[in-house]
């Protein structure tokens, strides 16, 4: 069975350029997980949607971020624009119930220049 | 507000040792649920344990086993008999609608 998909795998850009974080969920999960990790900050969930629906993006650090999940197998997040310190890898995670295990994708790793 | 502790930022050992990697949780939530996560190398999280907080029954798998104690907010994990492969970062987490990561614990394990 496919796991998470993410893409891209690796995206280097150059500040003030838009970014978009692509991601596909198991199929049958209906809770979609965004996640951010730095060194500095550890992992820090970004946002989070239940039945495509977002629940809680209290975590979007910035009005640059958005996200969104148009159908129950793709959402997308997006900064714009993007800046030096939003460098991170990005992972998205999907599981059948809130509370339940969440299975993680490879993750993006940004670098913006 | 919950919170996960994990006061061991890095540990080395030596293949074969047993090692415990301590996980302290604070929630005011009656109802929630703890995790394990490996992170190798390689960069993917891999889910190890999901435990609810009404089952203390401490847990079992092959090297790898789990504590549950809520009188002490701790789910600590323990592998035994260490091996090279076993290094990676491991994470705990809580979870009410809400997942919330520890810092990670840096597991090291030379030959």
């Known amino acids: 069975d496919a796991g998470v998909i993410q893409s891209p795998r690796h995206e280097v850009t150059e500040m003030g350029q838009e970014v978009t974080l692509r991601c596909k969920p198991i199929s049958g999960h209906n809770s979609l997980f965004w996640y951010r990790q730095t060194m500095m900050r550890g992992l820090e969930l970004l946002i989070y949607?239940?039945?495509?629906?977002?629940?809680?993006d209290s975590g979007m650090p910035e009005d640059r971020f958005s996200a969104k999940m148009p159908n129950a197998s793709f959402s997308t997040l997006k900064i714009q624009p993007s800046e030096p310190r939003d460098s991170a890898v990005y992972f998205c995670a999907s599981s059948n119930l809130l509370n339940n295990e969440q299975f993680f994708g490879p993750g993006t790793r940004l670098t913006v220049l | 507000a919950q919170k996960v502790t994990q006061a061991q930022t890095e540990i080395s050992v030596v293949e074969k040792e047993d090692v415990t990697l301590d996980c302290v949780y604070e929630?005011?939530?009656?109802?929630?649920?703890l995790f394990w996560y490996k992170q190798p190398p390689s960069g993917e999280l891999v889910f190890l344990i999901r435990?609810?907080?009404?089952?203390?029954q401490n847990e079992i798998s092959g090297r790898y086993s789990w504590n549950f104690q809520k009188s002490t907010s701790s789910f600590n994990f323990t592998i035994t008999a260490s091996q090279v492969v076993d290094s990676a970062v491991y994470f705990c987490a809580l979870n009410n609608n809400d997942m919330r990561f520890g810092a990670g614990t840096r597991l090291t394990v030379k030959p």
């Open positions: 435990r609810n907080s009404f089952d203390e």
């Open positions: 929630t005011r939530d009656t109802t929630y649920y």
């Open positions: 949607f239940n039945n495509n629906v977002p629940i809680d």
